[in-house]
């Protein structure tokens, strides 16, 4: 039973180039989340689709930051252009909205960016 | 708005030990909680939720926490400590606005010593 895969693991690129993540999520979750972790702000909700739509982006922080979700099994998290501050591991989840609406998200592993 | 708070930054126990986690919530309506734990280099791995029912709750690897009303509180329990479960745990609390977005504490490091 794969889990959620995130690629790449590791991303090293200089300020101002275009960064693109990707996830693909568990099969048949109709939920996909994208947080980011840092020390200082801990772990932070970005943005999450239901059905491949957008239902709450409040925590992208700014307009470099962008996501999209063209099918049930594939979405991105692109950031263009990048800065050093962008710097964070950053993880994809899913979950089944199921009857009680209580189902566990299932996290990636992550993608560890640094932006030099 | 919903919160969880976690008081410890980091909790160190001996391995054998029973070992205890906590974490103290803020809800408008009925509570839905959970306990996620973090392994190095690893993404978060549900332990456990309360949704209603019994007060104590039976996760993964051993774990239970109890849900405690009066206090406004989910403390994650465990009655012998393994140096394993040395890792990055956090409480989470379902969000007002919509009911899969998670609140999520700012995590415990639990250390256990051998």
């Known amino acids: 039973d794969a889990g959620v895969i995130q690629s790449p693991r590791h991303e090293v690129t200089e300020m101002g180039q275009e960064v693109t993540l990707r996830c693909k999520p568990i099969?048949?979750?109709?939920?996909l989340f994208w947080y980011r972790q840092t020390m200082m702000r801990g772990l932070e909700l970005l943005i999450y689709?239901?059905?491949?739509?957008?239902?709450?982006d409040s925590g992208m922080p700014e307009d470099r930051f962008s996501a999209k979700m063209p099918n049930a099994s594939f979405s991105t998290l692109k950031i263009q252009p990048s800065e050093p501050r962008d710097s964070a591991v950053y993880f994809c989840?899913?979950?089944?909205?199921?009857?009680?609406?209580?189902?566990?998200?299932?996290f990636g592993d992550g993608t560890r960016l640094s932006i030099l | 708005a919903q919160s969880v708070a976690q008081p410890e930054d980091q909790v160190n126990v001996a391995e054998g030990n029973p070992l205890t986690v906590k974490c103290t919530y803020s809800?408008?309506?009925?509570?839905?909680l959970f306990w996620y734990v973090q392994y190095p280099n690893r993404g978060l791995q549900f332990l456990l939720k309360?949704?209603?029912?019994?007060?104590l709750v039976k996760g993964s690897y051993g774990f239970e926490a109890e849900f405690n009303k009066s206090q406004t509180s989910f403390h994650l329990k465990k009655p012998s400590a393994l140096v394993s479960d040395s890792a990055l745990y956090f409480c989470a609390v379902r969000g007002a606005r919509g009911f899969q977005k998670l609140v999520f504490g700012t995590g415990t490091r639990l250390l256990v010593s051998p």
């Open positions: 309360y949704i209603t029912g019994d007060n």
């Open positions: 809800v408008s309506g009925n509570p839905y």
């Open positions: 989840a899913s979950s089944l909205d199921g009857r009680g609406r209580n189902k566990p998200q299932h």
């Open positions: 099969s048949g979750h109709d939920y």
């Open positions: 689709f239901n059905n491949n739509v957008p239902i709450d």
